[in-house]
């Protein structure tokens, strides 16, 4: 009894240690504990409503280049009253499968009216809003806005995180002249340190010279 005791014990103890990331990646908050962050596919707040396969707790992990580059970007902004927010980086490929799934049930439209009202679920993966494979799985990938430190509050960005639809093209033009700066603003800090932007998404950037282009990983995102 007294061995079977310690031999749990030793299970518990080492659970405490949390997760051991593969070389070359980090949590965010070890190289930058001022970037804010709200993983979306952690909560029911996303465009299936409900959380994703993968999704443990509420930390950012993404490469070590990554992590770096933001915190520079990160410096930049702060003198300016301003901060990064992450909605996704590094993103496992269960969390991918899980998106597949469900874009394949075409009766599964809880959240269309919010995140995809104009398009046809039919159609996502003809459209490339799903694909079965994504580049935030090989860790240098990330969804963002920025925030006003004042306030709170982020910037309007003209359409929200995750909108499937033309208006979240970068240079979509029906939006108000502050949206537009705002999405600039944006585009040229993260154009500077080294990350290239996405065509269909506003907040969808991806470190340029990422270290692991051709690998997608699959490790849980938990602390």
Known sequence: ????????????????FGQKLPKGFVYLSEIDGTIKSELRYLSNNNFIGKPIDGYHNDCVI???????????????????????????????????????????????????????????????FKRGYIASKSGHTRGSTVDLTIVNLKTGKELDMGSPFDFFGIESHPFYKKIEKNQKENRMQLRTIM??????????????FTLRNEPFPKTYFNFPIKS
């Open 62 to 124: 993404v490469t070590k280049e990554t992590a770096d580059a933001l915190h520079k970007i990160q410096t930049t902004l702060t003198k300016k009253g301003l901060s990064l927010k992450i909605f996704d980086a590094y993103r496992p490929q269960q969390a991918v499968n899980h998106f597949v799934k469900w874009a394949r049930v075409l009766n599964d439209t809880l959240m269309k009216r919010t995140y995809y009202p104009e398009v046809p679920k039919s159609t996502l």
């Open 191 to 204: 154009l500077a340190y080294g990350f290239k932007p996405y065509d269909n998404e506003w907040w969808h």
């Open 1 to 16: 009894m007294k061995n079977l005791i310690f031999f749990l014990t030793c299970i518990v103890s080492l659970s405490n």
